[in-house]
């Protein structure tokens, strides 16, 4: 079975570095994508970061766009999100996500375009 372990969430002051890890097993297929996802309460989960492996672009929110960075290690096995100059607006469980899907059409921004889910790690950003 795919699992997706995320670690590395916490208590930050505004302005601090976290480093989020999403180990990856159980692969039997190509990774299409690999996405870091936020949700604050009452509100859908969004896209923050995003590999697209088959192509090696990246997407990055907004609101993150200088400030963080998505990495993997060679085999695919962890991918971090590196999230410097931390504000409060940054606070939210963030969840990583693997897609082994290929549609043209896909941006691999959205939920719906995921097929697994790892477990969340909550990040709060003190002001």
């Known amino acids: 079975d795919v699992q997706l372990q995320a670690s590395g969430g916490g208590l930050v002051q505004t302005g601090g570095s976290l480093r989020l890890s999403c180990v990856v097993s159980g692969l039997t297929f190509d990774v299409i994508a690999i996405g870091w996802f936020r949700q604050v309460p009452g509100k859908e989960r969004e896209a923050v970061s995003c590999?697209?492996?088959?192509?090696?672009?990246?997407y990055f929110a907004d609101t993150v766009k200088g400030r963080f960075t998505i990495s993997s290690d060679n085999g695919m096995n962890t991918v971090y999100l590196q999230m410097n100059g931390l504000k409060p607006e940054d606070t939210g469980v963030y969840y990583c996500?693997?897609?082994?899907?290929?549609?043209?059409?896909?941006?691999?921004?959205?939920?719906?375009?995921?097929?697994?889910w790892g477990q969340g790690t909550l990040v709060t950003v003190s002001s």
């Open positions: 996500a693997v897609s082994r899907t290929y549609r043209p059409g896909y941006s691999y921004t959205k939920e719906n375009e995921y097929d697994y």
């Open positions: 590999l697209s492996i088959y192509d090696g672009s990246t």
